[in-house]
């Protein structure tokens, strides 16, 4: 099991540096605009009908603004917006279905945002019902159906309402339990609030309930991280993660609203992440990765275990080699060895299907290198080991001869104990788990690179 973390501050704190989070490989600054909405449907089309799919919907609007918030959200009150934008993701999932394989099955579905409860239930249920009508899903007790709700935006019967329309698995932020740190990022959920809506999902018969957390955020200390983690831990979700909050208002408007001097300091951060660690996995949660925990017997952990655990754009995925289509603005798809992004303002997205387009306008298809160097990066971050021999017959290359310098930079991480490499196996140490986005990097062969596009200039986060 990989809930056994050495947390050694020193070596986070020496060897932290900025880095790609791998929810794919190569990152979207790689995408570039000559990868068009034919080479998608191209790729689409030769799926192969025996491939399952997940479905991606992003729903991008939000009633209030969270000052930390990265997303693609669209802030207001006018309902009429969702209204229209509905019309227009039902039309783009009529495009989608047609380009696909008659006979591929849903094995997943999950919506994100913004906040896809800013739908009202009987929009959710009118898209629910198209959904089906236009692809096939496995049943409820095979497939994996989530949706992010935001609690203070649905009751009880919402709640039940969301489970009679087939999701199976919920997931809620909560980011702290502090009502000043929750009045300083502009989120305030009473502990109640979070409290009813956990009751709610497990009287309603969701499989799994997740609680997102949040630290580095303004005015929060350690003393505010052990009281959330207490009440986290007594409310007792299936999964829980714990981000890193990344402080970049140059890139997100919101975040300018946050005053710097509010923030912790980096050993702050640094202890506040010890707690949680420390305390989730003495509560008995696994270390998934990144930044997952999961209880022993949830799905995500016996996925790790079988070594089916895949990582994509929505984190930990319990299905490994899957496609996934993404519908709705902004929202980027992964399928036969193509990535693809769908236009990220309102109004180009709804001229594109306007014009019985598919909204895609940018992409990248993957090279035999990158899917080798894929292969390679999702099992490091998925098994926390290499299995070279296997690596090796499967791509039918000399692992040591291939990644030679690699491997040269690998023995610096194994000197720092982040690693142990023997006779056909690399294995990720206790201590080098949380910082498994530095081991990925060194197989990373965009590394230092100009990004493809000008506009996609990308800072990316801290890998701890």
């Known amino acids: 099991m990989h809930s056994t973390i050495d947390f050694d501050p020193e070596l986070i704190a020496r060897l932290s540096q900025r880095g790609p989070r791998y929810t ?44 930390y918030c990265a997303c693609n959200k669209i802030i207001t009150r006018d309902r009429i917006k969702a209204s ?103 989120r305030i959920q009473p502990e109640s609030m979070t409290r009813e809506a956990v009751a709610a999902a497990r009287g309603a018969g969701f499989r799994s309930v997740s609680i997102d957390l949040i630290y580095g955020l303004p005015l929060q200390d350690t003393t505010t991280m052990a009281q959330t983690l207490d009440k986290v831990i007594d409310i007792a979700p299936d999964r829980i993660s714990v981000y890193n909050y990344a402080h970049m208002p140059q890139l997100f408007k919101a975040q300018k609203l946050i005053r710097d001097q509010d923030l912790p300091d980096s050993p702050t951060k640094l202890a506040m992440l010890g707690q949680c660690v420390e305390r989730l996995c003495a509560a008995g949660y696994v270390y998934i990765g990144m930044d997952h ?111 030679a310098p690699e491997f040269e930079r690998l023995a610096e991480l194994e000197r720092d104990g982040l690693l142990t490499m023997g006779a056909g196996r690399l294995e990720v140490s206790a201590k080098g788990r949380l910082l498994i986005r530095n081991i990925c990097m060194v197989f990373d062969n965009y590394i230092g690179r100009p990004a493809e596009l000008p506009l996609q200039r990308v800072r990316y986060s801290r890998t701890i």
């Open 24 to 67: 794919s490989y190569p990152t979207a600054d790689r995408f570039t605009e000559r990868f068009t909405a034919h080479d998608f449907a191209a790729a689409a089309s030769s799926a192969g009908e025996a491939r399952a799919l997940s479905l991606y919907l992003h729903v991008p609007f939000c009633e209030s603004l969270c000052y």
């Open 84 to 186: 229209r934008y509905l019309s227009y993701l039902m039309r783009e999932i009529d495009m989608q279905a047609r380009v696909f394989p008659a006979h591929v099955l849903v094995e997943q579905l999950h919506f994100g945002g913004g906040t896809p409860t800013y739908l009202s239930d009987v929009q959710m249920g009118q898209l629910m019902a198209h959904l089906r009508s236009r692809f096939a899903f496995a049943r409820d007790e095979d497939g994996e159906y989530s949706i992010e709700i935001d609690p203070r935006t649905v009751n009880a019967a919402r709640i039940r309402s969301l489970r009679r329309q087939g999701f199976n698995r919920l997931s809620l932020g909560v980011q702290d339990f502090d009502e000043d740190v929750q009045r300083a990022i502009n």
């Open 293 to 403: 925990f999961a209880k022993p017997d949830d799905e995500l952990t016996r996925a790790q275990r079988d070594g089916t655990l895949h990582r994509n754009f929505q984190g930990y995925s319990t299905r490994a080699d899957i496609d996934m289509l993404a519908c709705g603005v902004s929202a980027i798809s992964a399928v036969n060895g193509t990535y693809s992004q769908n236009e990220k303002s309102l109004e180009a997205y709804y001229a594109r299907i306007d014009r019985g387009e598919l909204p895609v306008v940018r992409g990248l298809k993957l090279s035999d290198d990158d899917l080798l160097r894929r292969d390679v990066i999702q099992m490091l971050m998925c098994d926390f080991a290499l299995d070279t021999v296997a690596l090796a017959e499967r791509w039918r290359i000399d692992v040591a001869a291939h990644f």
